[in-house]
């Protein structure tokens, strides 16, 4: 929609959100809706970017998939930017983001980068089975593919029009929690109440909160969220950051991955 701006002949596009109504012990509260500022245009448009810097006192993302170098540019401009460019370019791609968190020594699946087909060309077992899943924009079911053998994982990569991808062992896990750990800008780190994840068909369908696992479980989920690796990763957003921490409890240990909400 449009508001009329500081001049009849000016008129400013918004976006307008319905909010639900509030539940009441009278019925429902009606809450009037919301209207923001609508600046919409590819992540790369300069001219979106230079009219969203103009228009923003901070910048944030709570979905990993925008273009990093456009965060970077928008930092540059003197703008609060959480989380940084450099944090939305480990978590969007999940070669980087593996690897670097096995380059910090944290446990993770058995893991295979494949940039090439040549990369399935070596010994798959420790892999299999597992599921092929593209480095980027993968997710909800989409860009994975389950497969069991070496053969199967040619197939699938060619299914996958050959992009860069990673091979990823399945562990048959007891359960899968997450714990959301938010960092301040003057270093303080809490921890939200873990939630407990249930899947189906590959896709997250249900989060229990407070999860339903033994206390020692999630002080163990907690205690991997505020990992110095974590942390680390907060260390690239001079400011407010949230990260979401998945882990999986195989057997006795946990594997982890991680979600960036800024």
């Not at 703008?79 to 370019?89: E, F, I, Q, R």
């Not at 860069?164 to 809490?190: D, F, N, Q, W, Y």
């Amino acid at each position: 929609i449009y508001v009329e701006g500081s001049r009849p002949d000016l008129r400013v596009p918004m976006r307008e959100i319905s909010q639900a109504d509030t539940p009441t012990a009278f019925g429902g509260e009606k809450n009037p809706p919301i209207f923001v500022y609508d600046c919409s245009g590819p992540y790369t448009d300069p001219q979106a970017l230079q009219q969203l810097a103009d228009s923003c006192a901070a910048i944030t993302t709570e979905f990993e998939n925008v273009n990093a170098d456009s965060m970077r540019w928008l930092a540059k401009q003197g703008l609060p930017v959480c989380p940084s460019g450099d944090c939305v370019a480990i978590a969007q791609d999940r070669i980087v983001e593996k690897t670097f968190i096995r380059n910090a020594g944290l446990a993770t699946a058995p893991f295979l980068a494949v940039n090439t087909a040549a990369d399935l060309d070596s010994d798959l077992s420790p892999y299999l089975p597992g599921i092929l899943k593209t480095a980027r924009l993968g997710y909800d079911g989409k860009g994975q593919v389950r497969v069991k053998t070496a053969e199967e994982a040619r197939l699938a990569l060619s299914e996958l029009k050959h992009q860069p991808c990673v091979l990823e062992k399945m562990l048959p896990l007891v359960c899968e929690i997450s714990a959301i750990v938010t960092r301040t800008a003057s270093g303080e780190i809490a921890c939200f109440p873990a939630a407990e994840n249930e899947h189906a068909n590959g896709i997250l369908d249900v989060s229990i909160v407070p999860a339903r696992v033994k206390p020692e479980i999630v002080e163990r989920a907690q205690a991997i969220a505020c990992d110095p690796v974590v942390c680390a990763l907060h260390e690239n957003s001079a400011r407010f950051h949230t990260i979401v921490v998945g882990a999986g409890q195989h057997r006795d240990r946990f594997m982890r991955t991680l979600t960036d909400l800024g």
